[in-house]
């Protein structure tokens, strides 16, 4: 070994023992190894199954006001978002980003030196932020709040009563967070040549040389382009004629493009409908429109969709409805068919972001313990898949609203018009407002920018508080920015107030007072 491959072999230690301590900090916070489980005594206000964000939420909660609570995990507090989910793939998508960046910097006047990431490095810099973050999702954080936080499965043994490894918690409330996991795809041979979901991609220790993403949606998007970035080839297989199905197609056509431009290979109407393996190489048979097709890849990451985590919770045994693909039925108060029990987060239908995690732990935690009736159809929720550009929507769709008779008026402002994304190098995208014609009341809105993430905030906030379009043209945005752009949408709504009477007074008024 020469002087510089010894450098390079330390080099990849120190960052092997740095990703391990910071497994370690993780694993001590949200799975310590020496915790003991509390002896239950008397009824809890509240019992909560499962430690994800939901749970989390809804247990600090009732101990924060003074309640008694339980709160139980099987695996590791934090839950997908933590664990396996947002946080690590945000952490890879900025690398990511950063490798972008530094391909394209020769554009902005920049010479860069290398877009090479080292694969090693980026995972110990997720790793470094799961164990930060994590400090908030912490065993000895909620156990300082007052919640009892116990280690194991739960199940259900009455409909007051659940069972935590042979211990029995009474409950006058339970709250059901036990979240969803990934289905398996049912595509011949997959689990036989062996694939990456969300629970194993990031345990990766080296980059694939060639990855295959199968699924278009919203965590299959992110990852494909968060690995090509960070150097594997990435082929990327659609069943459907577009990215994210159930965005605009405008707003889907600008992903493809971006995906396309970054170089991964794309096939959309595309079904993989066998993987081989041969050694460590898979291959994949695909058919689009009748036609045969297969790609040799290393690795293969499916991102098939979620299922929520019913099986194992004797639900029956609590009076609980469920459905195996749609999750714990509740009503709009977040309660199931057993009064005393509600459900959060992942665990029920069409809640599968963090933020809905969170929102419905409030709600159902409100509803169950303080007379609350607050209602989950009276949310406005926004999400965004974070590509780049971002895809970020709140409120109705054009098509929903067409679909419910409502007439709608939408309002686009090409990112390419505004002063700070051209400046940025960003033009990709648009801001779209959609609002009930004749009025100036906000529908929705799709944002497709860098940064859509954060504009859309400001379109929710002002659903929320109903404060109609036209206000917000008269709310001064800093200059430059990209959500400007919101500002303008406002102002091309406002010009169309500007009826030809108006205009032929407001001309006459202006030539007499000259
Ligand atoms: C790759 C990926 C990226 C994502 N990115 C984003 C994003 O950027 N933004 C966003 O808003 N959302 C994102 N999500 C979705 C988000 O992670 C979930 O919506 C959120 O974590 C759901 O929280 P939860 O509390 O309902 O469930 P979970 O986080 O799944 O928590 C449920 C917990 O219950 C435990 N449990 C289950 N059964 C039992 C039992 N019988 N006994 C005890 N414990 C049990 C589980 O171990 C788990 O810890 C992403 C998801 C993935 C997979």
Redesign the pocket.
């Known amino acids: 070994m020469n002087a510089s491959e010894h450098g390079a072999a330390n080099a990849r230690r120190a960052l092997a023992q740095a990703a391990e301590r910071s497994a370690a900090k993780l694993r001590a916070n949200v799975r310590p190894a020496a915790w003991s489980n509390p002896a239950p005594s008397g009824r809890y206000n509240l019992v909560v199954?499962?430690?994800?964000?939901?749970?989390?939420i809804g247990a600090s909660i009732v101990a924060t006001l003074g309640g008694k609570v339980a709160l139980?995990?099987?695996?590791?507090?934090?839950?997908?978002?933590l664990?396996?989910?947002?946080v690590?793939?945000?952490a890879i998508i900025r690398s990511s980003r950063i490798c972008a960046e530094l391909r394209d910097a020769y554009m902005l006047g920049v010479e860069s030196g290398s877009a090479h990431a080292d694969f090693a490095a980026v995972m110990e810099r997720m790793r470094r932020i799961q164990a930060r973050i994590s400090q908030k999702d912490s065993a000895s954080r909620l156990q300082a709040l007052g919640v009892d936080v116990y280690f194991?499965?739960?199940?259900f043994t009455g409909k007051d009563t659940l069972d935590?490894d042979g211990r029995c918690l009474r409950f006058r409330r339970a709250l059901i967070?036990?979240?969803?996991?990934?289905v398996i795809p049912g595509i011949e041979g997959l689990v036989a040549a062996g694939y990456l979901n969300?629970e194993t991609v990031f345990d990766l220790a080296q980059l694939p040389r060639r990855l295959l993403v199968v699924g278009g949606g919203?965590?299959g998007c992110?990852?494909a382009q968060a690995f090509h970035r960070l150097g594997s080839h990435v082929t990327i297989v659609q069943r459907e004629p577009q990215f994210l199905p159930q965005e605009e197609r405008d707003a889907a056509q600008i992903l493809s493009e971006a995906l396309a431009r970054d170089g991964l290979a794309i096939h959309l109407n595309t079904e993989v409908v066998k993987v081989t393996r041969s050694g460590d190489e898979r291959t994949a048979h695909m058919v689009c429109a009748g036609k045969e097709s297969t790609v040799t890849v290393d690795e293969v990451v499916a991102g098939a969709g979620?299922a929520p985590?019913v099986d194992?919770?004797e639900l029956k045994a609590a009076n609980v409805d469920y459905d195996g693909e749609r999750g714990v039925t509740v009503d709009d108060f977040l309660r199931t068919s057993n009064p005393r029990i509600y459900a959060?987060?992942?665990?029920i239908e069409d809640?599968?972001?963090?933020?809905?995690?969170e929102a419905t732990?409030r709600i159902a935690v409100q509803n169950a313990l303080f007379f609350g009736r607050k209602r989950l159809s009276a949310l406005t929720v926004p999400?965004?898949t974070?590509t780049d550009p971002e895809i970020a929507h709140v409120g109705m769709y054009t098509r929903e609203a067409r679909k419910r008779g409502i007439p709608v008026k939408t309002f686009t402002i090409p990112m390419n018009d505004v002063d700070r994304a051209i400046a940025d190098g960003e033009e990709e995208g648009f801001v779209k407002v959609t609002i009930k014609d004749g009025t100036d009341r906000i529908l929705g809105a799709t944002i497709v920018a860098r940064h859509a993430g954060e504009m859309i905030n400001e379109i929710t906030l002002a659903m929320v508080a109903g404060v109609g379009f036209k206000t917000l043209s008269n709310v001064i945005h800093t200059y430059p920015t990209q959500a400007e752009a919101i500002r303008h949408a406002a102002d091309a709504y406002q010009r169309t107030r500007l009826t030809p009477l108006l205009k032929r007074l407001t001309t006459r008024w202006l030539a007499w007072n000259k």
């Open positions: 199954i499962g430690g994800g964000t939901a749970g989390l139980i995990e099987r695996e590791a507090l934090g839950g997908d978002c664990n396996t989910g947002c690590p793939s945000k194991g499965r739960a199940h935590v967070a036990a979240g969803s996991h990934p969300n919203p965590l992110e990852l979620r985590n194992g919770l959060a987060g992942d665990i809640s599968r972001y963090t933020h809905m995690a732990a999400w965004c974070y």
